[in-house]
């Protein structure tokens, strides 16, 4: 069950350029969408969501696009820092379950000085 | 910054065992939640927990597994006989409202069954 897919395991931006961080999913259902941040040994960590009502919702370095005609969103980080290298996950809910969230299977960013 | 805190972080046991992985959530969050990531695999939801049951499971969280939230402060998860795959990182999570507006993750545990 491939609900939330990224399909890029891994990305390396230079420090300073845009990285940008794509998801794809298959529920219409889904109305909410979240972006996590990964260290290794930690948690996730809550960056931003985005409802499906949107298309845009953005926070400091951190914008998140959602295109719901072709179920893909992504997550720029602009300008790209090295303490941004970490794995980042897109995950989904829908509106009936509040609480679930179904994860991707995450993309590690590496960000060269 | 408010925390939520797991404990043990890495924990081996025999399969067949029972374990009990223990969470403190943050203290004015009502909703609670257990996810595992397998390793190299996505991070998978296991259960939700709201007003001292069980609101949401999934086809994973099956007979072996419980939760319980036995005082005001503890939310654990119970693994009644261990296999080898349950061999997986665990996270607890906690939020406010619902998990749309971004749960607080714990460190995990690490749970390795031998």
């Known amino acids: 069950d491939q609900q939330v897919k990224q399909n890029s395991p891994s990305l390396s931006v230079q420090e300073g350029r845009i990285s940008i961080l794509n998801c794809d999913y298959t529920n219409s259902m889904f109305d909410y969408f979240l972006w996590y941040k990964k260290y290794p040994a930690e948690g996730p960590t809550f960056l931003i969501s985005i409802s499906s009502i949107k298309d845009k919702n953005e926070d400091g370095r951190f914008t998140v696009f959602l295109n719901k005609s072709a179920k893909h969103l992504s997550l720029h980080i602009v300008p790209s820092q090295p303490g941004d290298s970490a794995v980042y996950f897109c995950?989904?809910?829908?509106?009936?379950?509040?609480?679930?969230?179904?994860f991707g299977g995450g993309t590690r960013l590496m960000v060269k000085p | 910054e408010p925390e939520v805190t797991q404990t043990p972080s890495h924990q081996v046991t025999q399969m067949g065992q029972e374990v009990i992985l223990r969470c403190v959530p943050i203290?004015?969050?009502?909703?609670f939640y257990w996810y595992r990531q397998i390793l190299g695999q996505k991070v998978e939801f296991l259960v939700s927990f709201y007003n001292n049951e069980i609101s949401e499971k999934s086809e994973i969280f099956d007979d072996q597994f419980s939760v319980e939230r036995p005082d005001g402060s503890n939310f654990t998860l119970k693994i009644r006989s261990t296999k080898l795959e349950d061999s997986a990182m665990y996270f607890c999570?906690?939020?406010?409202?619902?998990?749309?507006?971004?749960?607080?993750f714990g460190s995990g545990t690490r749970l390795t069954v031998v």
């Open positions: 203290s004015n969050h009502l909703y």
């Open positions: 995950a989904a809910t829908l509106n009936n379950a509040g609480n679930m969230l179904t």
């Open positions: 999570a906690s939020s406010e409202t619902t998990g749309r507006f971004g749960y607080t």
